[in-house]
């Protein structure tokens, strides 16, 4: 019995496609991961935060000041020839009436003015006025006349307020602002001068005088918000003579009396402006 013929079948190829998509997929997803990795790895950008803003001087302003003055004074004294006083004594009692007296006081008040800023440069303009009771003083009555009559000889100068008008000009960095300033002062003199003797003999003068006078000085501020300042200021303040004429009378006469003083006014005060 014969066997069957047996035909031999071609080898089965197997498509390789689907093994390469299968490898696609998984590189996606290996550089998927990665990149998902480097994205949680690597920290956002942190933007530096903006710089704070210089502070500008510009502006007008006004505020209260308190703190303390002195005031110094130089007195003479001329007596003229009379009934009252022997020929001696005139020159005597000018001479005992001459010196100087000094006095301080609480003083305190308000000011106002405005700044202008070119870049550190400020300049500005202010006027101030303070209450301010002075009073310079001066006594001798330690000495006697020819007849060794005693007697005593004293001057004094008040004063009610100081105002100023000034210019100012400083450098300001950024919120701190040092000047100078300079320019005129006002305020109104009493002065007075009196006599009395043993003998029975009173003198006096007398007179109130509206004086403008120099004043300089330095100063430094400090911004602690946008409109609210603390300030320091020293001002050196000087004024003319204030005189007097008035007579020594006595039993049998008199005689002419002739007095004066001038001003020298410290100051050292602290302050607050409110900046609109």
């Not at 003479?76 to 001696?88: C, D, K, Q, R």
């Not at 303009?125 to 301010?132: A, S």
């Not at 002419?256 to 607050?272: M, N, T």
């Amino acid at each position: 019995m014969s066997q069957p013929l047996l035909i031999p079948r071609p080898p089965v190829r197997r498509s390789v496609l689907p093994a390469c998509l299968f490898a696609i997929e998984i590189a996606s997803a290996i550089l998927a991961g990665a990149a998902h990795a480097a994205d949680v790895a690597a920290p956002a950008a942190v933007k530096a935060p903006a710089a704070k803003p210089v502070y500008q001087w510009s502006g007008c302003y006004a505020g209260l000041n308190a703190g303390g003055g002195a005031s110094a004074s130089s007195f003479t004294t001329t007596v003229g020839s009379g009934t009252f006083l022997s020929s001696s004594d005139p020159a005597t009692v000018s001479s005992d009436g001459t010196g100087s007296g000094s006095g301080s006081n609480f003083l305190g008040g308000g000011q106002a003015g405005c700044n202008w800023q070119s870049s550190t440069v400020v300049f500005g303009v202010e006027g101030d006025f303070d209450y301010y009771r002075s009073n310079s003083n001066f006594l001798n009555n330690t000495d006697t006349l020819a007849a060794g009559t005693p007697f005593g000889i004293g001057q004094s100068l008040k004063t009610d307020y100081l105002a100023t008008i000034r210019p100012r000009i400083g450098i300001a960095a950024d919120r701190d602002f040092g000047y100078v300033t300079g320019g005129v002062a006002f305020t109104e003199a009493h002065y007075s001068e009196t006599y009395s003797d043993g003998a029975g003999g009173i003198g006096f003068a007398g007179a109130s005088n509206f004086l403008t006078g120099w004043t300089a000085g330095a100063g430094w501020e400090h911004a602690w918000s946008e409109h609210w300042i603390f300030r320091v200021e020293y001002l050196f303040a000087s004024f003319g003579t204030t005189s007097a004429a008035g007579f020594i009378t006595g039993p049998g006469g008199s005689n002419p009396l002739h007095g004066s003083g001038d001003l020298i006014i410290q100051v050292a005060r602290a302050g607050v402006n409110f900046k609109f």
